[in-house]
């Protein structure tokens, strides 16, 4: 691994890596990987991939993004004609991501704290996407039932879905099902989309239109590691969360 820039930032150290075998990007921040990218800006993390599959699966046009990171979903949902805004809380994950990322320039950045930004927004989106962390954790605001209230105000009525990343350390940690719960609370229609068995992984929790949703695909396939992401993506399942309501 060989490191290529380092940031300092209000919200911790900011590292660019990059594969030596592979060639693929890696942002870190606070010794966590938040993002993984091919030369060409196409996703290597498995979960990615797994919430663009489910976003082509509902023919989003027009999605918000809340945290960005090295922006790579931005970037392939930009590539399949999608309209993308990111809203993020630290300028200097936008100035990475462009200059190492390959984040389009016609991606809608903003800088500001999610909740914040639905706050004075107006607009109604296709979906959200919910993938904002300090350290291993969603702020604890931007998992709150009321953060959640209010992203049901900027989804569109009869078709909006958030899709919230929620990570585990291992099966005893409820977290998702925390998150499912709350969902639960604001949404009929809530699922979780997750691996058991396996430690330090990436559940997907979703609400809105989302009963009809299937296993997500493989459909942009990066230049290293495709066949390894295809066969994490055949291994997720829909399962019921364990904290109902």
């Not at 919200?11 to 060639?23: M, Q």
């Not at 196409?42 to 809340?66: K, N, R, T, W």
């Not at 904002?132 to 959640?148: D, K, N, Q």
């Not at 066949?227 to 309501?245: G, N, Q, V």
């Amino acid at each position: 691994m060989i490191r290529i820039a380092k940031y300092h930032s209000d919200f911790g150290n900011i590292e660019v890596l990059r594969a030596k075998d592979t060639g693929s990007f890696i942002y870190r921040q606070g010794g966590c990987y938040q993002s993984e990218c091919d030369p060409d800006g196409v996703s290597v993390v498995p979960y990615i991939h797994a919430i663009f599959g489910l976003l082509a699966q509902m023919q989003a046009s027009d999605v918000l993004m809340i945290g960005c990171g090295g922006g790579s979903l931005a970037t392939m949902l930009n590539r399949a004609g999608v309209h993308v805004t990111i809203v993020d809380i630290n300028p200097s994950a936008f100035r990475i991501a462009h200059k190492y990322f390959g984040l389009p320039r016609e991606v809608d950045c903003h800088v500001a704290d999610g909740r914040n930004f639905l706050r004075a927004d107006r607009h109604r989106y296709d979906a959200i996407v919910l993938d904002a962390y300090s350290g291993r954790r969603i702020p604890e605001h931007l998992c709150a039932e009321t953060f959640f209230g209010l992203v049901q105000t900027r989804l569109k009525n009869a078709s909006g879905c958030l899709f919230a990343n929620v990570h585990a350390g291992h099966d005893l940690d409820l977290m998702p099902d925390r998150v499912a719960a709350k969902l639960n609370n604001v949404w009929a229609d809530v699922r979780l989309l997750d691996v058991r068995g396996v430690s330090d992984r990436n559940a997907i929790v979703m609400a809105g239109k989302v009963r009809n949703l299937v296993q997500p695909a493989l459909h942009m396939p990066p230049s290293v590691g495709a066949d390894e992401i295809a066969r994490d993506l055949s291994l997720l399942a829909f399962r019921p969360w364990l904290l109902r309501r």
